[in-house]
């Protein structure tokens, strides 16, 4: 089945413990990107990927490191977590990052930082 | 810098009764358009889009959108809603030229539905 996967779901963490976020889709797609969402903030960007190797910060990239050495895998990475990044992020990917290519989401992970 | 604006934030309807959700976007170019719905608990799917061509797209579960360039509107409509469209509702824009992909999304919709 074609799909994002998230791991873990929720995490429950600390300030300052370092955590990675994985995501992966098996489309073989290009685009990957990183999103958190808010209440009545919407979703944001925070880093996304228009292929292995190459990365960009997106709308709200503090706080965040991404990597993207496979196609597949694009994990977000929170060095030192704080409490202002309890927020759910969502994973997307597409076939490539131009025009006429939808955005696929993952399940969400739901991430709380005391 | 591009955005899109959601008119309301929480819309209750009663079954059966008719739903508009506006959006508006910013940015004067060539764009794709979308809605996606979040059902409580849930990811986000893809509700419909536009990319070309008709400007009155039709989407799953009996939604429908018309982009109005004119406008620069995207506004999502169902003439009967049912309890199970209980969710939110967002609408996104992507530019063709500039930032190479990257969605931008307004802040949600909340739509519930009283049975």
């Given at each position: 089945e074609a799909q994002v996967t998230q791991n873990p779901r929720y995490l429950i963490t600390v300030t300052g413990k370092k955590l990675t976020v994985t995501c992966s889709q098996n489309m073989n797609h290009e685009y990957m990107s990183w999103y958190r969402q808010d209440p009545g903030l919407g979703l944001r960007q925070i880093y996304y990927s228009m292929n292995v190797e190459v990365t960009d910060k997106g709308d709200v990239p503090e706080g965040y490191k991404v990597s993207r050495k496979e196609k597949r895998n694009f994990p977000l990475i929170l060095e030192s977590p704080s409490p202002n990044q309890t927020s759910l992020y969502f994973c997307a990917s597409s076939p490539r990052g131009g025009a006429g290519n939808e955005q696929f989401f993952g399940p969400g992970t739901r991430l709380t930082v005391l | 810098a591009q955005s899109v604006s959601q008119h309301n934030h929480h819309v209750i309807l009663s079954e059966a009764a008719s739903l508009e959700l506006g959006c508006n976007y910013s940015y004067g170019g060539t764009v794709n358009l979308f809605w996606y719905v979040q059902y409580p608990g849930q990811h986000l799917q893809l509700l419909l889009k536009y990319?070309?061509?008709?400007?009155?797209v039709k989407g799953i579960k009996g939604f429908e959108a018309e982009f109005i360039k004119s406008k620069f509107s995207f506004n999502l409509r169902k003439p009967s809603v049912q309890w199970s469209d209980t969710a939110e509702y967002f609408c996104a824009v992507k530019s063709i030229w500039g930032s190479q992909g990257n969605l931008i999304f307004g802040k949600g919709t909340k739509l519930s539905v009283k049975p």
């Open positions: - | 990319f070309s061509g008709d400007p009155l």
